[in-house]
């Protein structure tokens, strides 16, 4: 676990953030040093596509910093619905009491799985969460606001948290000498990704941005917004979108699906619910089969 402080602004989180090393990702607790409220932001459920088997060893070490530190957790936010690993938002949610929330589009991206997964009960079901937010849509942490910024590209449904100098913005930038996150989901765009980035990167140069994934040997997650102008790879200031496009684009090519892709989609666009059990106890996953092209 690392830990990032409130700086001296009035209007700043606390941040810890937690490193699942299977799936390189970054999992969050901002808080508000006044009252203690927090929020939990993209947790991860454990899972092991070889076995199809699941724990919590990731969302507990949340919940044992949660405990440790006080901290009255009002909600779980999913940045959008990952391709790469399980949420663990309705397990948390569960444990703390606490209000699940994600972006509204997420709903476009249930028709567009539930035909790929021939479950056409997958679509329609805004009931997973407390909440579905808009762009521009607010809540208050403690004395703190989190104020929603759509953030598509990555996939159509993405939205990033502004939370006082922190943002939270999930797979869109990763660490300055990495670039930036993938635009090739169904649903995805480089276009609009460009767009994204550019709005994040307009935010005050002090800003922390937090990511999503590192992959590296020492991973990291935080970079300043002025870090990103001056060195990000793929965006740095004086880089042009069509640029960008391009970059992006052939990068994209080389990749195949994420090994958990076909399995979590399922999940997450349910909340984090794993499929229901039958009479009998027997819960499955499903695989779309032949509906994607194997590249990289």
Same mark, same amino acid.
């Given at each position: 676990m690392q830990h990032? +402080?409130? !700086? $001296?602004?009035q209007n700043s989180p606390d941040v810890g953030a937690f490193y699942d090393k299977a799936t390189g990702s970054w999992q969050y607790v901002a808080s508000d040093p006044a009252t203690g409220q927090a929020a939990i932001i993209d947790p991860v459920l454990n899972f092991d596509p070889a076995a199809g088997a699941t724990w919590t060893a990731c969302a507990d070490e949340i919940l044992s910093y949660v405990a440790e530190k006080g901290l009255e957790v009002a909600w779980v936010l999913d940045t959008h619905p990952h391709a790469d690993h399980f949420s663990a938002a309705h397990y948390l949610a569960q444990k703390l009491g606490a209000r699940q929330g994600i972006g509204q589009r997420v709903l476009e991206v249930q028709r567009i799985w539930a035909d790929l997964y021939a479950q056409d =009960?997958?679509?329609?079901? +805004? &009931?997973?969460? =407390?909440?579905?937010? =808009?762009d521009g849509d607010s809540i208050a942490l403690g004395e703190l606001q989190v104020r929603v910024i759509l953030s598509t590209g990555h996939t159509l449904a993405s939205v990033s948290y502004l939370v006082g100098d922190a943002v939270f913005a999930h797979d869109t930038l990763m660490m300055p000498e990495s670039g930036s996150a993938r635009a090739d989901f169904p649903g995805g765009s480089t276009e609009e990704l460009w767009h994204t980035i550019r709005t994040i990167l307009d935010l005050s140069v002090? !800003? $922390?941005v937090f990511i999503g994934h590192d992959y590296g040997e020492a991973p990291a997650c935080m970079a300043a917004v002025a870090e990103h102008r001056a060195t990000n790879k793929h965006v740095k200031d004086g880089i042009t979108k069509s640029e960008f496009i391009e970059t992006r684009e052939a990068r994209d090519a080389t990749l195949? @699906? +994420? &090994? %958990?892709? @076909?399995?979590? @989609?399922? /999940?997450n666009l349910r909340g984090g619910r794993l499929p229901e059990a039958d009479a009998q106890g027997r819960a499955v996953l %499903? /695989? +779309?089969?032949n509906r994607f092209t194997p590249k990289g």
């Open positions: 990032f +402080p409130a !700086t $001296r602004s =009960d997958l679509q329609n079901r +805004p &009931d997973y969460w =407390d909440r579905l937010f =808009d002090e !800003t $922390r195949g @699906l +994420p &090994d %958990r892709m @076909l399995h979590a @989609l399922q /999940v %499903r /695989v +779309p089969l």
